[in-house]
């Protein structure tokens, strides 16, 4: 078992306040006709935004095999729902967690979704 520690990169374009709630995920996308097991979850609440900031979140993740691709995944929620609306932050890129990270740190870019 491993700590990855994930950098929630924050855009700048977004207004500063609070977040009801951060969903930061790790899945097994592994398998190419499989759905992606998850593996991990973190769910932070309340939680302060600040343009051009960074949160950060730690989760447990088994011990993987090198031919495991793990990925990243995080949706901020303003309303707290958990599901994705308009003013929401939303990783939408591959983010791939590599078998072996310095520090086991990992910046993950999210965006705003209009």
Same mark, same amino acid.
Do not use: Y
């Given at each position: 078992?491993?700590?990855?520690?994930?950098?929630?990169?924050?855009?700048?374009?977004?207004?500063?306040?609070?977040?009801?709630?951060?969903?930061?995920?790790?899945?097994?996308?592994?398998?190419?006709?499989?759905?992606?097991?998850?593996?991990?979850?973190? +769910?932070?609440?309340?939680? /302060?935004? !600040? *343009?051009?900031?960074?949160?950060?979140?730690? &989760?447990? @993740? $088994?011990?993987?095999?090198?031919?495991?691709?793990?990925?990243?995944?995080?949706?901020?929620?303003?309303?707290?729902?958990?599901?994705?609306?308009?003013?929401?932050? +939303?990783?939408?890129?591959? /983010?791939? !967690? *590599?078998?072996?990270?310095?520090?086991?740190? &990992?910046? @993950? $870019?999210?965006?705003?979704?209009?």
């Amino acid at each position: 078992m491993r700590v990855v520690r994930l950098n929630i990169a924050l855009p700048p374009n977004i207004v500063g306040g609070i977040a009801k709630s951060v969903s930061a995920e790790i899945w097994d996308a592994s398998l190419a006709d499989a759905p992606a097991v998850l593996l991990s979850n973190n +769910l932070l609440h309340d939680v /302060v935004l !600040i *343009p051009n900031g960074n949160l950060e979140t730690g &989760l447990k @993740v $088994p011990s993987t095999s090198a031919k495991q691709i793990l990925i990243a995944r995080v949706h901020i929620s303003m309303d707290g729902s958990g599901q994705i609306k308009h003013g929401d932050l +939303l990783t939408t890129s591959f /983010v791939e !967690i *590599p078998l072996k990270l310095e520090k086991d740190r &990992l910046t @993950v $870019p999210v965006v705003l979704i209009n």
